[in-house]
């Protein structure tokens, strides 16, 4: 596609977006736009299905919402809590750790700056970036999976990993659409633009996407 098609893609998924479910750290920051939640929620969403991510952080929310309160549950308590979420333990601990390292060193405070949040074990670019931008509305991009699928696929960039993908939007996407191309994506991602067997057909976009890569549609 031309890079100038962007500008009509975003304005069909826009409105597309409103039939689709909404991603469940988006209903996060939408219901509390409070940082630490972000960030939980999304440890707690890697590899793990949206509708158990909405679940398990609402639970623990009710039993925690600030790392002061956090901090001081036990990790098989948390565990516990946010069971079924892949990695449950694994998760636990680092929530945990989070919460102590942000009352110890940032005042309680969640980092608004990617460097410093990559420094927390456990947060990656994808989730330092959304955190940045969802919990606090500054420029970033998250990629994760679907972005970086479907980014690809439409031929907008030609990238092996979500890291460089990443990179490609930031030097090439208008800075209008960085917080919320992550919200387009993922629901498209998750309600049409499969990672198996897409919906080109039906795709109101197929006309402007080259299907990169795409083997097999429907
Ligand atoms: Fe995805 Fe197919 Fe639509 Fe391209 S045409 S954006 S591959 S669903």
């Known amino acids: 596609m031309e890079p100038n098609d962007i500008h009509k893609v975003i304005a069909v998924l826009r ?18 736009h409070s940082p630490f939640k972000i960030l939980v929620s999304c440890i707690i969403s890697l590899r793990t299905k949206d509708e158990v991510t909405a679940v398990a952080s609402a639970r623990l929310f009710a039993r925690a919402d600030t790392p002061e309160v956090m ?12 069971y079924p979420a892949g990695f449950y ?31 927390f074990k456990g947060v990656g670019r994808k989730t330092a970036n959304l955190v940045v931008t969802l919990g606090f509305g500054k420029p970033g991009i998250c990629v994760d999976t679907h ?5 690809n696929r439409l ?5 092996k990993t979500p890291e460089a993908t990443e990179m490609a939007l ?8 960085w917080i919320e191309i992550n919200d387009l994506l993922v629901a498209f991602g998750q309600n049409h633009c ?25």
Do not use: M
């Open 89 to 119: 333990r694994n998760k636990a601990r680092q929530i945990r750790e989070i919460a102590q390292r942000l009352v110890a060193e940032y005042g309680g405070k969640v980092p608004d700056c990617i460097d410093e949040l990559l420094k």
């Open 155 to 159: 031929g907008y960039v030609s990238t």
């Open 15 to 32: 409105e597309e977006y409103r039939l689709w479910q909404v991603p469940a750290v988006t209903i996060v920051s939408e219901c509390d």
């Open 147 to 151: 972005v970086h699928r479907i980014c």
């Open 71 to 82: 901090q001081d549950i036990p990790n098989d308590e948390i565990a516990d809590v946010i």
């Open 170 to 177: 930031r030097a090439k996407l208008p800075p209008e659409y």
């Open 194 to 218: 499969y990672p198996i067997s897409p919906r080109c057909t039906t795709c109101r976009i197929n006309s402007l996407c080259p299907r990169v890569g795409v083997k097999k549609y429907r």
